[in-house]
């Protein structure tokens, strides 16, 4: 179900924005759908998507990515690619391990250390 978004910014706010970062839960394997419609009622070409999740285990984050990956296909993604997703249409049991090398804010070091590693701060 892709629900709406109860305060939608206009274009213009949007517009001045070049690097947007997207946080969500991670539900059913997938960001929270609202997310994904936020994402898709904006023109976000060659904007910079990225994205993070609050979410501690070690599976389905590949999936939650692709997923706003998919919804944002003419913007530029940090990081730039991800590992292939293994089990991309079984959502329902545990799959093989496709989220070694996926980045988070959780990870050793924390949001600051998270942001030195994907390049934006120094």
């Not at 730039?80 to 093989?96: C, F, S, V």
């Not at 998270?114 to 120094?122: A, D, F, H």
Request: hydrophobic fraction near 35%; aromatic fraction near 10%.
């Amino acid at each position: 179900l892709r629900p709406g978004v109860a305060n939608l910014l206009d274009e213009e706010t949007i517009a001045k924005y070049d690097t947007i970062f997207v946080g969500s839960p991670c539900w059913w394997h997938q960001p929270a759908m609202v997310v994904c419609t936020f994402l898709e009622a904006y023109d976000l070409k060659d904007k910079v998507v990225i994205p993070f999740f609050t979410y501690g285990a070690t599976t389905y984050l590949n999936e939650s990515m692709q997923k706003i990956y998919k919804v944002t296909p003419d913007s530029k993604h940090i990081p730039e690619t991800l590992p292939e997703d293994l089990d991309a249409d079984d959502i329902t049991m545990p799959g093989r391990p496709d989220d070694a090398g996926i980045d988070m804010p959780g990870s050793a070091n924390g949001t600051e250390g998270w942001l030195r590693r994907i390049g934006i701060i120094e």
